[in-house]
């Protein structure tokens, strides 16, 4: 929502994870497996039942719109709460304590942007995708390719996360060690999330939206309740205990611990926040949730419910982590994850009891979620990914807009196909590697390329085609250099991508404190370059339907 937000916040657990509960999960794999299986099959009978009501393309890639504000405020909660919330957070405060609890801040914080600056305008101005927004008043073709573009670059770099991330967090439980078997869970997760997008479409991608959010919710709340229980109530306890068995003492209540050592940990933390808080309102996997409401209230209301619902979710972190590092020793944290990734699994084996049944069941709950957490945000991602292609791509460009509905929907099918063949591909080459950058790169691109080009053209009258294409190409381009020699990708021994080569030349682990900047910078450029005079007309048109929903689908 990727170490600094990047690997602990959103990136999954790399390949050398929880060695004490994978153990502990081979004695119970039955359990285990049944639970997954329990999860599975109900959101395979959600996505047929959906299957059979999506009749159009207004339901293939909005629900038909008639997700009620509070459901889609569920379901954008659960689309949002990916293994960052649950797992990288809670991981990064068991080790960093104050400066962890900052990235919970931080995804909160992300949403008043989105409330603010996205959510009602783009429900009342675009039909399906980000496209139809900028298509608006602007050269369709280039325009929607751009978009289009932009997508499924973020969305296969997220996904590309969350897939391997998926197959070591499963094959670890299920005591899979070959790598033939890892690239199977891989596939497994892959075929499944082809099936909820094909046969669901939105509809059944919301509802299991719904279902894990009420999942993700209940096991943050058991474990909270638990550690509170622990520490008879007393968070002054809870607190203290943490700090002394951390054994950094009082500095660990303080901030400064991860991010204040050096001047460039202070600018990555700076550039990382920057990213997050942007980038959300720019994910494309988000913004088409908005379109699954009637109308611009219930897009209001469903913000609404959802920054309540992640909210108490964050308040929650805060047992989880600190919890964490007040049950379990930070050596045995490390060991299991470098980056804390399975703090909160650990932290459930130690409140039911390392040697007892309790514990086992505990773990195994929680794991369950962690991997429905996975594939709600997997089949999201796709969805909006396939979407965009259809709908964009296809429909408008390669089509000119002479696609039927029919047409355009089975073009998506394949899309989803496809994009879920690539993702299986690159997620099973990546099963040993740090996703951490691909996570931060998702961020960075919909901060420096997306999320530029929404505001320009919902608030600039004077606004163009070649400024919109400068300013999502530009901001694409500077992020995914600025990461490719990042230390994300090498440079260092512990957490690059590619060990033992170092060609990095910038020193941060995000690009966002540049690539944002430059995105806003070239919109701006581009526009005052362009030859082509502003339909104003249509920019009249458009904030009279962005501000009062008049006109809108």
């Known amino acids: ?14 390949a050398h994870s929880t060695v004490l509960a994978a153990s502990k999960a081979s004695e119970h794999r039955p359990l285990i497996i049944t639970l997954f299986a329990i999860f599975v099959v ?13 009749k159009s393309a207004a339901d293939f890639y909005a629900g038909g719109r008639q997700f009620t504000g509070f459901q889609n405020g569920l379901a954008v909660s659960g689309d949002y709460m990916s293994a960052a919330s649950f797992l990288g957070i809670a991981g990064a405060i068991a080790l960093f304590g104050y400066d962890g609890f900052l990235y919970s801040i931080g995804f909160l914080v992300a949403w008043l942007v989105a409330l603010l600056l996205v959510a009602e305008p783009l429900r009342n101005s675009g039909r399906y995708t980000m496209g139809d927004v900028l ?39 299920l005591g899979i060690t070959s790598d033939g078997g890892k690239v199977g869970i891989v596939a497994l997760v892959g075929v499944l999330m082809i099936v909820y997008v094909t046969i669901g479409g939105m509809k059944g991608t919301t509802w299991v939206q719904m279902v894990k959010a009420v999942l993700l919710i209940a096991g943050a709340l058991l474990l909270t309740f638990l550690v509170l229980l622990k520490f008879d109530f007393n968070v002054s306890d809870l607190l203290g205990t943490a700090a002394e068995n951390s054994g950094k003492g009082a500095p660990f209540l303080e901030p400064g611990l991860k991010y204040g050592a050096t001047s460039t940990s202070k600018l990555d933390f700076i550039s990382l926040g920057i990213a997050l808080v942007l980038g959300t309102a720019g994910l494309p996997h988000i913004l088409i949730r908005f379109y699954t409401v009637p109308t611009a209230k219930a897009a209001r209301k469903s913000v609404n419910w959802a920054i309540g619902i992640i909210g108490a979710f964050y308040l929650m972190t805060i047992a989880l982590g600190f919890g964490a590092a007040a049950l379990i020793s930070p050596k045995e944290i490390t060991d299991s994850n470098p980056a804390g990734n399975t703090a909160a699994p650990l932290l459930a084996l130690h409140l039911g009891g390392t040697d007892s049944n309790w514990g086992a069941i505990l773990l195994a709950t929680i794991s369950a979620v962690a991997f429905a957490t996975i594939l709600a945000v997997v089949a999201g991602l796709t969805l909006a990914s396939s979407s965009s292609f259809a709908h964009d791509i296809y429909a408008n460009v390669i089509k000119k807009g002479k696609a039927d509905e029919k047409e355009e929907v089975r073009a998506a099918r394949w899309a989803t196909v496809f994009i879920g063949i690539v993702s299986i591909g690159l997620g099973a080459l990546a099963r040993d590697l740090n996703v951490a950058g691909l996570v931060a790169l998702a961020f960075a691109v919909a901060a420096s390329a997306n999320l530029p080009t929404i505001l320009y053209s919902l608030f600039w009258k004077r606004f163009t085609t070649q400024g919109a294409l400068w300013s999502i190409y530009g901001g694409l ?3 995914v250099v600025l990461v490719l020699f990042s230390p994300v990708v090498s440079g260092n021994e512990k957490t690059s991508m590619f060990k033992g080569v170092d060609f990095h030349w910038f020193p941060l682990e995000n690009p966002g404190l540049i690539s944002i900047p430059v995105g806003f910078l070239l919109g701006w450029l581009g526009t005052m370059l362009s030859k082509e005079e502003p339909d104003k007309d249509k920019y009249a048109e458009l904030e009279v339907r962005s501000l009062t929903g008049t006109g809108a689908h």
């Open 477 to 479: 381009t500077t992020a």
């Open 1 to 14: 929502m990727n170490t600094p937000i990047a690997s602990t916040a959103t990136a999954f657990p790399e």
């Open 42 to 54: 109900a959101t395979l009978v959600i996505t047929v039942w959906a299957g059979r009501q999506t």
């Open 135 to 173: 298509a608006f008043r602007m050269r369709q073709r280039p325009v929607r390719t751009a978009a289009g573009t932009s997508t499924i670059v973020v969305s296969i770099f997220y996904l590309l996360a969350q897939m391997a991330g998926a197959g070591v967090l499963v094959s670890l439980l």
